[in-house]
């Protein structure tokens, strides 16, 4: 993504500003403008990076990620197998559920750890995401891409 025309429209706006002003100030203005830019060009970069992370946590099945080529930004959309999703929502129980059914299940440590606060991240109880988690990979996996329109593929 080419950040020069937003940086040029800046630079642009301080000379309006200055318009008036006498040519020192307009030419000490010039300098702060071009003084700035990496500044400028880094508070974009990490705009797009925070833009970048609000889409993948809004998408489901797609990470958008914020590469640089060079000094300018490329957004890569990768989509994101459902298995490696952390679940999102509670989704209420089906009419042929039979119930509840304990269950005892040792797992390692750091995997519990890892598990506990992908939980927290989803505001969920570890239970509730272990359920989830179950229930995303017990559900058969859809093959026709084209039947829901949150799916991004390719290069933005």
Not at 104 to 111: A, D, F, G, H, Y
């Amino acid at each position: 993504m080419d950040l020069n025309p937003y940086l040029a429209a800046v630079a642009a706006d301080l000379d309006k500003a200055t318009a008036l002003a006498d040519d020192a100030t307009r030419s000490t203005t010039a300098r702060v403008a071009v003084a700035v830019e990496p500044a400028l060009r880094l508070a974009m970069t990490q705009l797009l990076a925070d833009a970048a992370a609000q889409l993948t946590s809004d998408l489901s099945g797609a990470v958008v990620t914020v590469r640089m080529d060079g000094r300018e930004p490329v957004l890569h959309v990768q989509e994101q197998p459902i298995a490696d999703l952390p679940p999102t929502l509670v989704e209420p129980a089906s009419a042929d559920d039979d119930g509840t059914a304990r269950v005892t299940v040792r797992l390692p440590e750091q995997l519990k750890r890892q598990a506990e606060n992908l939980a927290q991240r989803a505001d969920q109880s570890l239970n509730t995401w272990i359920v989830q988690a179950v229930r995303r990979a017990v559900q058969p996996t859809r093959t026709d891409h084209h039947a829901t329109s949150r799916r991004i593929t390719g290069w933005a």
